[in-house]
């Protein structure tokens, strides 16, 4: 199990980061190698990720369920699916919450999340599946901080 | 005549020239006789240290090897090395004393058959006097066509039983078929298709491809069809004299292989077994059809899936004829034989990460290096396995007449007496052995074995007194990781003390030093190099700390 507990900041105010942590398609692009794909009827969604491990690319397809909860600013994001060979599947679960924070001003994102991957590419990554999932925390938080900047900048 | 008389003129007419195990009274008669007719004996200080020995021989000539032990606790020790043996492929004959029959109570009684499945062995017993040779038959007959280890198991009171017949002993050979499998033409044609269509073709070769002389035909097919080469773990610099040579497939892949592996859209692969460890699981030739050639009647891709197209057929045969197909439609195509592609493997197994060096220690990449650079090609090269291995097994480049790395049962402590074996299969002739220290120490009393018959191997001891494989999964996770640290003593005085030579190197200087004075003048020696902790191999790397390079 591949437990993530990170904390972001984001240079703009609490309601426009929930605006676009309830948003798929915005979050998407701030993960790398993601894509969004169908939506269901239950409110559910598709996603292909192509995750790197160590210099091998693996493709997974997820079928993800979101729930937003948006007078607390708090958000729900479960997801499962398997990669594109079928021989590795993955579990997760994710919460996270948006609050103000007074400095430097912007919002605090809180995220906590449980991997599991299991399956014939588990014994392949080990503890390294660990620092990729950490690395890719890290790259969306970057990402998302960047969102946020953009309009400021220009 | 004894019957165990018979038998030692059994395995004299098999072929077998020497013993490999520890006497006692379950095969000291036998031993006694194989010696009488004129059979080296090479007493061991570990039984399974023997059948180890036996499976280096038999690795080494593709024939029969022929391990002994003694009823019982001899055969017992044999566990771990028949395993291995198996998982190489290794015809050896374990000729191994059993308690008597009429005896149920007998101190050294086991239960040998039972345990001969579980290690993945076959059984023979030698029930009765007058089957005395078709056992013996048998038992090469099955190593042979199964290329795997047969325990000969021979009642103590049968084989004092009177074999009554004289009449000469008829060797297994006349027991084997002579055919070579031929691919059948409507196959052929579909993978002729298959490769006409690829644009980045990869040509995957194993043992069984360099077992059946395949070389000439894969090169061949390699310039027609584009295909870059790539070898097995066990095929390690088998044909790297090609321009477009990737090294081996999987765990020990450099990051610029992986890269053109994943880029490939079809592999050809030839007499490998296509396990998860070359694949990764499926994962390295993700984009990629599978053209399978092989002379089994069927492979599994690690033990998962079939390739999209199974061609049985004996690997050269096999090769040759699709090659055959090429040119008979005027196919040659430069394919992934580009200058772009020989652009990025110019620079392919330059380690670049950077690590601090402790004082006193070198970098075991460096002693690879320098072992490649100061031990000349015609030497052999055995790897090891542990951690270690995963700096020789990625670094040493240099085509030599043997390279042969472990790994079949995961295990560490069987590459040293695979070694000794090999090398005294082929005359005695130099070679190195490299391991980690955990590994040597586990059968280092066969220095000894070393140093009386004297085997010119030169052992290599990656010492960074620990078990590294263990640390560095330990660190990963974030547990203690000293916990696998064990010192050990100066490996070069203890080859010392066996009557052989042995130093110890604390910088790759003195490693080329060592390395050098044995080159000039071969003979058992092993050097005790004291490495850092800190460099971490490729492959742990990427396994446990999730980088690319």
Redo the contacts between chains.
């Keep these: 199990m591949i437990e993530v507990n990170e904390q972001v900041y984001a240079p703009a105010a609490p309601q426009t980061v929930w605006d676009l942590l309830s948003n798929p398609q915005a979050v998407v692009s701030c993960v790398p190698g993601a894509s969004l794909g169908e939506h269901h009827d239950d409110g559910s969604f598709d996603a292909g990720i192509i995750v790197?491990?160590?210099?091998?690319?693996?493709?997974f397809k997820a079928r993800i369920g979101l729930e937003l909860d948006a007078s607390t600013m708090t958000g729900k994001v479960s997801s499962r699916g398997k990669?594109?060979?079928g021989?590795t599947r993955f579990n997760a679960s994710m919460t996270f919450h948006v609050s103000p924070q007074t400095e430097p001003p912007g919002s605090t994102i809180d995220f906590k999340a449980e991997v599991e991957i299991s399956g014939?590419?588990s014994?392949?990554?080990?503890?390294?599946?660990?620092?990729?999932v950490k690395?890719m925390t890290a790259d969306f938080s970057e990402r998302l901080a960047a969102h946020f900047a953009q309009p400021a900048t220009s | 005549m004894k019957v165990y008389q018979r038998m030692a003129r059994a395995f004299r007419a098999e072929g077998i020239t020497h013993t490999f195990g520890i006497m006692g009274d379950g095969n000291m008669y036998w031993l006694n006789e194989m010696i009488k007719l004129g059979a080296t004996d090479v007493e061991v200080r570990h039984e399974g240290a023997g059948l180890g020995m036996a499976d280096g021989w038999a690795r080494a000539t593709r024939q029969p090897a022929c391990a002994t032990a003694t009823c019982g606790p001899g055969v017992s020790q044999l566990a771990t090395a028949l395993i291995t043996a198996s998982r190489a492929s290794s015809p050896v004959v374990a000729f191994c004393g059993e308690h008597p029959t009429n005896d149920d109570e007998y101190n050294q009684r086991m239960e040998q058959a039972p345990f001969a499945a579980a290690c993945e062995t076959q059984f023979v017993r030698v029930a009765t006097a007058d089957a005395a040779d078709d056992a013996v038959r048998k038992a090469f007959y099955l190593a042979k066509i199964n290329s795997k280890p047969v325990m000969l198991s021979a009642p103590m009171d049968v084989q004092q039983q009177e074999f009554e017949d004289d009449d000469d002993y008829v060797t297994s050979a006349t027991l084997m078929p002579s055919r070579q499998v031929r691919p059948d033409p409507d196959v052929l044609e579909r993978a002729a298709d298959m490769l006409c269509k690829a644009k980045h073709p990869i040509i995957l070769v194993g043992r069984g491809a360099m077992w059946a002389g395949a070389g000439d035909a894969i090169k061949k097919l390699a310039e027609r069809s584009g295909a870059l080469i790539i070898t097995t773990l066990m095929a390690k610099t088998w044909l790297s004299e090609d321009d477009f040579h990737l090294g081996v497939s999987g765990t020990y892949a450099t990051k610029t292989a992986m890269e053109l592996c994943e880029e490939s859209d079809c592999v050809v692969a030839v007499g490998a077994s296509l396990n998860r460890y070359t694949t990764e699981h499926g994962y390295l030739y993700a984009n990629a059809k599978f053209i399978h050639i092989d002379a089994k009647q069927h492979v599994m891709i690690h033990g998962v899936r079939a390739a999209d197209i199974y061609m049985q057929a004996d690997a050269r045969i096999g090769t040759e004829a699709l090659e055959g197909v090429l040119a008979k439609r005027s196919f040659k195509q430069t394919g992934y034989r580009t200058g772009e592609v020989r652009e990025r493997l110019g620079n392919a197994w330059e380690d670049r990460h950077e690590y601090k060096i402790e004082a006193g220690t070198a970098d075991p990449r460096e002693v690879v290096l320098a072992l490649d650079e100061v031990v000349p090609e015609n030497i052999s090269l055995y790897t090891g396995s542990g951690h270690t291995a995963g700096f020789s097994n990625i670094l040493f480049r240099r085509r030599r007449d043997v390279v042969m790395p472990g790994h079949f049962y995961g295990c560490i402590g069987q590459m040293m007496p695979a070694a000794i074996g090999a090398v005294m299969a082929r005359g005695n002739k130099p070679a190195m052995l490299v391991d980690g220290e955990a590994s040597t120490m586990m059968h280092l009393n066969e220095f000894d074995t070393m140093v009386r018959h004297k085997v010119p191997l030169l052992m290599v001891v990656q010492n960074n007194e620990m078990l590294g494989a263990e640390y560095y999964k330990l660190d990963a996770h974030k547990m203690n990781a000293a916990t696998s640290m064990i010192p050990s003593p100066d490996l070069g005085a203890v080859a010392r003390g066996y009557g052989g030579r042995g130093v110890m190197a604390k910088s790759v200087e003195d490693v080329r030093k060592a390395a050098a004075e044995w080159v000039a003048k071969p003979g058992p020696m092993l050097i005790d190099v004291r490495i850092s902790h800190d460099v971490v191999s490729l492959p742990y790397r990427r396994i446990h700390y999730g980088l690319d390079e």
């Design positions: 790197k491990f160590g210099p091998a690319k693996v493709a990669d594109n060979q021989g014939r590419l014994s392949v990554v080990e503890a390294g599946a660990n620092m990729v690395k």
